[in-house]
Nanobody
Framework: QVQLVESGGGLVQAGGSLRLSCAASASILTFNLGWYRQAPGKQRELVALISTGGTITYVDSVKGRFTISRDNAKNTVYLQMISLKPEDTGAYYC???????????WGQGTQVTVSS
């Protein structure tokens, strides 16, 4: 069992920045990690993924603005967000999937609100 706790969300003006953190209760060495977001009335969508080997994938809408990273020593995954837009507003969730299989773990989410 792995518990994920997100932090760092908040209210920011368009063009601003936020850094989200997701702390895991156990070692993340064997976990692929990701950030998803869900805007009101919309489906949850993938934002970024980082594999155990450091391979990174972004959804097109955040490329060049968001950076995902991981610190295995701190069991934490980050999402640095710059040049935020109102359409980035939503609840942001981190997720972890063990490369050896098993269920996906999800955090409780942190709210990001970007005002225009």
């Amino acid at each position: 069992q792995v518990q994920l706790v997100e932090s760092g969300g908040g209210l920011v003006q368009a063009g601003g920045s936020l850094r989200l953190s997701c702390a895991a209760s156990a070692s993340i060495l064997t976990f692929n990690l990701g950030w998803y977001r869900q805007a009101p009335g919309k489906q949850r969508e993938l934002v970024a993924l980082i594999s155990t080997g450091g391979t990174i994938t972004y959804v097109d809408s955040v490329k060049g603005r968001f950076t995902i990273s991981r610190d295995n020593a701190k069991n934490t995954v980050y999402l640095q967000m710059i040049s935020l837009k109102p359409e980035d507003t939503g609840a942001y969730y981190c997720t972890a999937r063990n490369i050896w299989g098993g269920i996906d773990y999800w955090g409780q989410g942190t709210q990001v609100t970007v005002s225009s």
